[in-house]
């Protein structure tokens, strides 16, 4: 069975640091990583994917893939109190046709 | 731009009532979901259309339908609810693409069973 584990926090960090949100995955055939932000009562909104190994940059954030380690990170440069949300990281397998595994999430609190 | 609507928003059942969770996209996507939400459980998968015409099940879908009208539509509905059903349910549209599978949701509809 395909297993996205994140850290459910709260990850609590003040405002203008750097929050650091982490995930594994257990299927080696994941080809495709998403981040989703969501605001409480809120659906999920995409803020990035990634394909390929290394960095990827989009404004403040960032995301970085590790595919020997499976690993998938998110980085949120100067945070803000308004980037408080639960954050979750999906993945999808290349194999045919398949859906989005999703993580439970992780709770980002940024204090101002 | 509505992108994916899902009616209705709030509803409260009794246990053994049916009701039916309608969900339209107007982005002209294939695929069609739904997920349901529970606290510490994450987003699981209820059932899925990958294109119109064609339904599966999910990694949780006892309880529940689905009905692929057409390409925009996608309903989901419980027969008997039951109070494990109580939830919050998401209907999500993507494109079919081969090397990524990005998802938009509907806004949710909290449903609560009694």
């Known amino acids: 069975q395909k297993e996205v584990e994140q850290n459910s926090g709260p990850l609590s960090v003040p405002e203008g640091a750097i929050a650091s949100l982490n995930c594994t995955y257990s299927d080696r055939g994941s080809q495709s990583f998403f981040w989703y932000r969501q605001y409480s009562g809120k659906s999920p909104e995409l803020i990035m994917f990634i394909y390929s190994n290394g960095d990827k940059e989009d404004g403040r954030f960032t995301a970085q893939l590790n595919k020997a380690s499976q690993y998938v990170s998110l980085l949120i440069r100067d945070s803000q109190p308004s980037d408080s949300a639960t954050y979750l990281c999906?993945?999808?397998?290349?194999?045919?046709?398949?859906?989005?595994?999703f993580g439970k999430g992780t709770m980002l609190l940024v204090s101002p | 731009n509505a992108g994916v609507t899902q009616t209705p928003k709030f509803q409260v059942l009794k246990t053994g009532q049916s009701m039916t969770l309608q969900c339209a996209q107007d982005m002209n996507h294939n695929s069609m979901y739904w997920y349901r939400q529970d606290p510490g459980m994450g987003l699981r998968l209820i059932y899925y259309s990958a294109s119109e015409g064609t339904t599966d099940k999910g990694e949780v879908p006892n309880g529940y339908n689905v009905s692929r009208l057409n390409k925009r539509e996608f309903s989901l509905r419980l027969e008997s609810a039951a109070p494990s059903q109580t939830s919050v349910y998401f209907c999500?549209?993507?494109?079919?693409?081969?090397?990524?599978?990005?998802?938009?949701f509907g806004e949710g509809s909290w449903l609560t069973v009694v």
């Open positions: 999906a993945v999808k397998s290349d194999s045919g046709y398949s859906t989005l595994t």
């Open positions: 999500a549209s993507s494109e079919q693409v081969r090397s990524g599978n990005t998802i938009y």
